[in-house]
């Protein structure tokens, strides 16, 4: 099962070859998805050049687009230039959850490269702030953001074969997403092994549903 989960074979995928039932299946996925978000917690706060900016995860919804519409879930990341990616889910999309995240995962005075939104304007207190002006969805000069936006591409890839992530477990498949992009160079059934051996139960229990 850690062979397939590292692979990237969803459960509903390996009915004609089962290795247990697919219950037991999802329960063990489950627990390897609380791992990896479990170790992305407790990575250090970023420092350096940053970049910082914002999604939404989910389906094709009728009814209200942007950042309001239903069914979507606001999520929040940084990314180290040419490093390791932090995201989490926010609750709305406003300068108070954003600074929330940016207070707790980076340190002062790092330098910020964000977009023109106005909740980032108040980033020049806490360190250098660059922003990124576009025309017609492409950067204007030679600053960027293209790190954090590539990993919105590289996770939204990764979970779209699951079909539909439900909402109460949607903070596993991110954690997941972003413990394989900050070890994509390294084996990751090793280091699954090692998390699963080193992490006590009662530390992954309160993170298997999110309320």
């Known amino acids: 099962m850690i062979e397939r989960f590292v692979l990237g074979v969803p459960v509903y995928r390996q009915r004609f070859r089962p290795v247990c039932g697919a219950n037991t299946a999802e329960k063990m996925y489950r627990l390897l998805r609380a791992c990896c978000a479990h170790a992305e917690q407790w990575r250090e706060p970023f420092t350096g050049a940053l970049e910082c900016d914002e999604t939404t995860f989910g389906g094709a919804r009728h009814?209200?687009?942007g950042w309001g519409a239903?069914?979507?879930v606001i999520v929040?990341?940084?990314i180290?230039?040419?490093g390791q990616v932090k995201a989490m889910p926010i609750a709305t999309h406003d300068r108070k959850a954003v600074m929330q995240q940016i207070d707790a995962h980076t340190r002062e005075?790092?330098?910020y490269y964000t977009d023109q939104w106005q909740a980032y304007a108040t980033l020049k207190l806490r360190g250098d702030h660059v922003v990124i002006r576009?025309?017609?969805g492409r950067p204007v000069g030679r600053d960027h953001i293209n790190g954090i936006e590539g990993f919105w591409s590289y996770a939204k890839n990764w979970l779209y074969p699951y079909r539909g992530v439900p909402?109460?477990?949607f903070h596993l498949y991110l954690g997941e997403v972003c413990y394989r992009f900050?070890?994509?160079n390294e084996d990751l059934q090793t280091l699954l092994y090692k998390l699963l051996r080193e992490i006590p139960i009662t530390k992954l229990s309160p993170l298997l549903v999110q309320k």
Request: glycine share 16%.
């Open 63 to 65: 009814g209200p687009r």
């Open 70 to 72: 239903l069914g979507k």
């Open 76 to 78: 929040f990341g940084i």
């Open 80 to 82: 180290k230039r040419n």
């Open 109 to 111: 005075g790092s330098l």
């Open 134 to 136: 576009k025309e017609k």
């Open 167 to 169: 909402s109460k477990y």
């Open 182 to 184: 900050n070890h994509r």
